[in-house]
């Protein structure tokens, strides 16, 4: 089966799924009925064979059990799924949701935009009506005010006469499409300042909100908002811990389990979306604050220019009058990015409830008599201690740990699921406890490892892989934990269709890399061939050195107190080569030696000494005929 014909055959399946889950009185989304199928196929107790075509009774198998689970009551796997499922379609950062919110505001002014910039008005009648639009579109891009406020208009229309009379119509009309839009916006921004600044003053204001006071009561509430759920979720967190713990000492079979595992991932998945929204809370305050003290600057600097003149140049103010409306564009952008914090943590509170109406108090508090409830900085506290820190032994040393003192960046480093300790969710069954850097990041396969305790890391540390894998087990039976602890790449790669070697068993594809390799032309521009270029760089420097003369040279060398943590440089020499000629043939001469002797010096009987030279060297035909 080919790729779009699997994708086809998914969409229907999809489809089917939703329809009948409509038709039982529940609405649900495709891409949450697209996340059930796949969970439901990555369970290994639905024995789904992904690598083989599905024949019909697979199909209305799985779309039984899809429905099954999607229909399911008081289930907190399946409200996890939907929460998940609810904030990846609601939730986007900062900014490209401010990007978003202008082009949405854009797209919304398009029609106006349009109406003045194709208009062709030629008598009175129609250049007042332009004129009027020009004023509603200021309005609305401003959004200082309802167009349809006579007192709102009126101000408006003042404001732009004094930047932008009626007689520059003709002007107006005769610039590019493009020029028009630009000056339409140019025109906004001013008419804001104008308004903003009058309303400093007292002199107008109608319809402006207050937004920096409306914003300093709103952000203390909504972080006090998310503070509150924020505890109340993590009190859930240490109760269901607590007896998750006690079960698992005591073997208890009473609450279920299984049944508290999945409101713990409920619950930490709360707690890691409330974290991220409280996080946007805090950036919004300092951007707040940010703004209002430029809002301040800027107001003062306008007095200052304005003061009691009755005309000032355009450009002294305007450029103010544009810097104030952009500062109170991103009082706007606040606003919209705290009403919207605001409604997805109120929409993320109906995902708990599952949890909290299974698992009452007046079941739980019996049997949270005597334990005590620990929070995760107490728990992570009680490991932090010098002995509470992984000793490195013999058989770690294929492995690293890393500590504050000897990483950089110690703090920043991306850890492995989510900062959760991987041997908790293998041994305890997807039990989720907050791991503790200090003990000691493992680093294995250039993934970051944190633990609860010394003993382990040190479990884990024996065979990674064992864990890992028991880690990617848990993964399909409770699918939640996929986005929960960040193992996406795990699971990305399965592939929906193929014939099995093993029917029966879950086939995976693994990551596959190749080298690829692409040839272009030598000289892709006119040639200009060097005779004195060279390609290799040994050769270079020979030259360089050649010149340098070093030979010649002494090396001078002098460390000041700002260059003793400066590299040492070196520097690499040809050596003087030593030369040796040998000939075909090899020939020598032998020469007698010289035997010269005085005779008469001594054994002389007669008074008067006669001496006399006696040669007795041989010539050289006799000594080579006596070497020979």
């Known amino acids: 089966m080919s790729r779009a014909q699997a994708e086809s055959v998914i969409k229907n399946i999809i489809r089917e799924i939703a329809q009948e889950c409509a038709v039982k009185g529940q609405a649900v989304s495709e891409t949450l009925v697209a996340f059930m199928v796949k969970a439901v196929v990555?369970?290994?107790d639905n024995q789904f064979n992904v690598e083989r075509t599905l024949t019909k009774d697979d199909v209305q198998k799985l779309i039984k059990t899809c429905v099954?689970?999607?229909?399911m009551n008081a289930s907190p796997s399946l409200?996890?799924?939907?929460m998940q499922v609810y904030f990846d379609m609601n939730y986007t950062n900062r900014n490209e949701f401010l990007e978003e919110h202008k082009r949405v505001l854009e797209s919304r002014l398009q029609p106006v935009m349009r109406e003045i910039t194709d208009s062709r008005a030629r008598t009175r009648e129609e250049l007042e009506g332009l004129y009027r639009k020009i004023v509603s579109c200021v309005l609305l891009r401003s959004g200082l005010g309802s167009p349809t406020d006579i007192s709102v208009v009126r101000e408006a229309t003042a404001a732009l006469q004094s930047v932008f009379p009626q007689t520059e119509l003709g002007t107006f009309m005769s610039l590019t499409k493009r020029d028009k839009e630009r000056q339409l916006r140019e025109l906004t921004q001013i008419v804001t300042g104008i308004r903003l600044f009058n309303k400093e003053c007292g002199k107008g204001g109608e319809g402006i909100d207050n937004l920096p006071s409306i914003l300093n009561e709103a952000i203390p509430s909504a972080t006090m908002n998310i503070e509150n759920e924020l505890n109340s979720t993590r009190l859930f967190i240490s109760r269901y811990t607590a007896l998750i713990e006690r079960q698992t000492a005591e073997m208890l079979e009473h609450p279920d389990p299984d049944m508290m595992r999945q409101a713990v991932i409920n619950c930490r998945q709360h707690e890691a979306f409330l974290k991220v929204l409280l996080n946007d809370v805090v950036v919004a305050t300092d951007q707040v604050n940010t703004l209002e003290r430029d809002l301040r600057s800027v107001l003062i600097q306008l007095q200052n220019t304005i003061q009691s003149k009755t005309a000032v140049p355009t450009n002294q103010v305007y450029p103010k009058f544009i810097s104030l409306a952009k500062i109170w564009t991103g009082f706007q952008d606040e606003m919209v990015l705290l009403s919207v914090i605001s409604n997805i943590q109120a929409n993320l509170e109906p995902f708990t409830r599952s949890h909290k109406e299974v698992l009452q108090d007046s079941v739980l508090q019996p049997l949270l008599t005597g334990l005590i409830l620990r929070t995760d900085e107490e728990r992570i506290a009680e490991t932090s201690g010098i002995d509470g820190r992984v000793e490195h032994a013999p058989h770690f040393k294929h492995l690293e740990f890393l500590f504050p003192e000897t990483t950089r960046n110690f703090s920043q480093l991306p850890l492995q699921y989510k900062g959760f300790c991987g041997y908790s969710i293998a041994v305890h069954d997807r039990l989720l406890l907050p791991g503790n850097p200090l003990i000691g990041v493992l680093r294995y396969k250039d993934h970051f490892f944190?633990?609860?305790?010394?003993?382990?890391?040190?479990?884990?540390a024996a065979d990674p892989d064992r864990y890992i894998a028991h880690i990617a087990e848990a993964a399909k039976r409770s699918p939640e934990l996929i986005q929960l602890l960040e193992l996406h790449m795990q699971f990305s790669t399965i592939t929906p269709y193929g014939k099995s070697a093993e029917p029966g068993h879950m086939i995976e594809k693994p990551l596959t890399k190749r080298d690829s390799g692409i040839q272009t032309e030598v000289h892709p521009i006119e040639s200009n061939i060097d005779p004195n270029y060279e390609w290799n760089e040994w050769e270079m420097r020979r030259k360089a050195i050649k010149l340098a003369n070093l030979r010649t040279r002494m090396t001078h060398g002098v460390q000041t107190d700002g260059s003793?943590?400066?590299?040492?440089?070196?520097?690499?020499?040809?050596?003087p080569k030593e030369q040796e000629t040998q000939t075909t043939r090899e020939k020598g001469t032998s020469v007698p030696k010289p035997s010269v002797f005085i005779a008469g010096l001594r054994g002389c009987r007669s008074e008067t000494t006669t001496a006399y030279k006696v040669d007795l060297t041989l010539d050289v035909d006799t000594h080579n005929d006596i070497c020979d």
């Not at 944190?450 to 884990?460: D, L, M, Q």
């Open 42 to 44: 990555l369970d290994p």
């Open 68 to 71: 099954d689970r999607l229909l």
């Open 79 to 82: 409200d996890t799924i939907k």
């Open 450 to 460: 944190c633990f609860t305790s010394k003993e382990a890391a040190v479990k884990f």
């Open 564 to 575: 003793n943590f400066r590299r040492n440089n070196a520097t690499q020499i040809y050596l």
